[in-house]
């Protein structure tokens, strides 16, 4: 089965627990996104909400990835609020549900933000990921490269500091 794109979905009651369950379930097996297993929707809601708010009241916009009528990978573009950062985005929250790790929707969905960007002019798009943890080397085969990395920025637990590594694809040449 493929994915289905939708850009900038409303965000319904429905949808918003559906994100959150997903969110829940990709830091439960061991995902970067923002939080340290194990977690419960309680833990979650509140950043889920903040990502949200930025999401309906602009600038930040919402891709989902559905399969059937299903969100299984999700991705936020965040808009540089700063004038001298518009040329670019950062992706965050990008996350696949587990139980369809792969069938490429990763892939699918990088690909999908890559063409999104292509038609919005934007000269790149950037995302940061969590050291340790191989995120790089997936990023790396979609023609993202290491920029930067911040030793040790993040602590997921004491005695376990993470590097914050920066990943960045140029989007003025050709599509990979």
């Given at each position: 089965m493929s994915l289905r794109f939708v850009l900038d979905p409303e965000l319904t009651p429905a949808l918003r627990a559906q994100i959150v369950a997903l969110w829940v379930d990709v830091t439960n097996a061991g995902g970067a996104v923002g939080f340290v297993a194990p977690v419960a929707a309680a833990e979650v809601r509140p950043?889920?909400?903040?990502?949200?708010?930025?999401?309906?009241?602009?600038?930040d916009r919402l891709l989902v990835g559905y399969e059937g009528d299903r969100p299984v990978a999700i991705l936020i573009f965040c808009d540089n609020r700063f004038h001298l950062k518009r040329h670019y985005q950062v992706l965050?929250?990008?996350?696949?549900?587990?139980?369809?790790?792969g069938r490429g929707y990763?892939?699918?969905?990088?690909?999908?933000?890559?063409?999104?960007g292509r038609?919005?002019?934007?000269a790149a798009l950037h995302v940061t990921v969590r050291g340790g943890l191989g995120l790089?080397?997936?990023y790396d085969r979609l023609g993202y490269r290491e920029v930067g990395r911040l030793p040790g920025a993040l602590r997921?637990?004491?005695?376990?500091?993470?590097?914050?590594?920066f990943m960045w694809l140029d989007l003025d040449g050709p599509a990979a």
């Open positions: 950043m889920a909400e903040a990502a949200f708010a930025e999401i309906a009241d602009g600038p965050k929250r990008v996350m696949v549900h587990p139980d369809t790790q990763g892939v699918a969905l990088m690909r999908e933000a890559e063409r999104l038609e919005w002019g934007l790089e080397s997936f997921l637990a004491p005695g376990d500091d993470r590097d914050e590594i």
